[in-house]
DNA sequence: CGTATTGTTGACGAGTGTCAAAGACCGTGG
DNA sequence: CCACGGTCTTTGACACTCGTCAACAATACG
């Protein structure tokens, strides 16, 4: 038990489809092993350019994005902990988009060469990362109907319940409240508003007493409510499918 | 050549990374073979049911989208000919939106069960799909781009270039002009915007001499422009990444 | 030929964007 | 410990894109 509160996110993402056998645990523990510390704010992978590995995320918040010509941003997606950015450069010679840091995080490398062995010796492994990225695409799917069809209180409402449950499958959560290290800004370019009109929205919904936030604390006040508000639903983050139940995660909060 | 041309776009889908083995050959065409017929906007998946096959599409055009709880709707993506609707039936017991032709089309069924016969016995196939489905999170990105960051001028001429490529990539695009099998107000469920404004939009690409249609052969009169306004880069569509090339299609074309 | 669907138009209003400035906050260095 | 500079948040006045609603025209369809 003290064993499993160790494991990292990343490593917890396969146990949640299966057990690991030693040979398997062992591969994800080498690939970890190699982790980096890197700043925040300064882009890890650049949109346009060629690179030879994707990153997983140990801890920290990253996220991917675009920059248009004119200087505006959209934020495509957060990588959180036990996520890997940058697999497209599987399937391209120049990475569609940006990836860059929130905060201080930690990463570890992972070599295309590496990734194409994993394919090849671990096939469980690699079922387990092309399941993960169809479940990249249902979130996708949800940041479209936010972005096209719902109004500024309902996106910001909707996004804050995604990234709480997110969280919470991780154990990164602390009872109604997360960590969000984003700026208004960042909210903006998730959502598609600008600054000011984030600003104003976040000033209803504290109004509205649905959260509060102390510096980058948000504290979910009336969840049911703001789940209604903004048309939440989680299957898409918690159904785990095929009767494979995700594993209990209070073990690892507690701890 | 004529045995090329004859090729269904799916299996040109693979064609296109790696020469077949004539047991990958077999194998994909034995999928194929299963093919059906299926009417013109008639939900083929539903949202929040299960399934255990996805679906292949051989002919038409499909769309995937989701409707919200006040009837609103959101379409997520379109399906062409050689893609696949609904793997995320892998990933989730219940899928997470719904499927349905635009006009009468063709699909074979894969069930789940062969899916993963083919990740195991057919590994280079497994991994091709893995791509294919990498490049759908790039085009999934532009969406939440163009949902996000565009005005509505902007995303439509956007929507149609990123269509023109990715059907003139199948060999579906007739000189500057293709099919569009879509209403106006599909286009305005794609591009988040209502269906009046949608239409005096297209008027004014008309007037601008952009673009001209008649029934559903829409034909870009300028395509640099359209590209120009509205930001539009096909690197997503056709960078095939780690030197390998795309098959050139005019054979196909002009068969 | 009707009848349903799709396209077109108008008047009006609401939701967001824009721009610019002022406050709050926070780390840093003197 | 306070001053300073930068980043982030908050505010206001105003403009404008786009949505709403409703009617009508055109087209496809059986």
């Known amino acids: ?17 299966f057990a690991l056998s030693s040979d398997e645990l062992d591969f994800l523990h080498r690939l970890e092993s190699q982790s980096k510390e890197v700043p925040a704010r300064r882009p890890l992978l650049g949109d346009g350019k060629s690179y030879d590995y994707a990153l997983i995320v140990l801890q920290g918040w990253l996220i991917e994005y675009k920059i248009l010509r004119d200087g505006r941003r959209q934020v495509l997606n957060f990588r959180l902990p036990g996520e890997i950015a940058g697999i497209d450069s599987l399937a ?11 905060v201080t ?16 010796e671990y096939p469980r492994l690699g079922s387990v990362l092309f399941l993960m990225t169809l479940r990249e695409e249902a979130i996708l799917h949800q940041w479209e109907v936010r972005l096209g069809r719902r109004d500024a209180y309902a996106r910001i409402a909707h996004l804050f319940m995604e ?23 960042d909210i903006a370019d998730c959502t598609g508003l600008t600054t000011p009109y984030v600003n104003r929205i976040l ?10 936030f102390d510096g980058q604390v948000i504290e979910l006040l009336d969840a049911p409510h703001l789940a209604e508000v903004s048309g939440f639903k989680p299957g898409y983050i918690e159904d785990w499918g095929n009767g494979i139940q995700p594993q209990r995660m209070e073990q690892a909060h507690q701890a």
Chains 1, 2 share one sequence.
Do not use: W
Not at 92 to 102: E, T, W
Not at 105 to 120: C, G, I, M, Y
Not at 203 to 212: E, P, Y
């Open 203 to 212: 000033q209803r919904m504290r109004r509205d007493g649905l959260l509060r």
């Open 1 to 17: 038990m003290t064993e499993l509160a160790k494991r990292s996110p990343f490593l917890r993402g396969f146990e949640q489809l």
């Open 163 to 185: 990234l709480y449950r997110r969280l919470h499958l991780r154990g990164l959560t602390d009872g109604p409240s997360f960590h969000l290290p984003a700026t208004q800004e």
């Open 105 to 120: 995080s930690k990463v570890a490398v992972l070599p295309l060469e590496t990734f194409h062995d994993l394919q090849r």
């Open 92 to 102: 391209y010679a120049a990475i569609p988009h940006s990836v860059a840091p929130l």
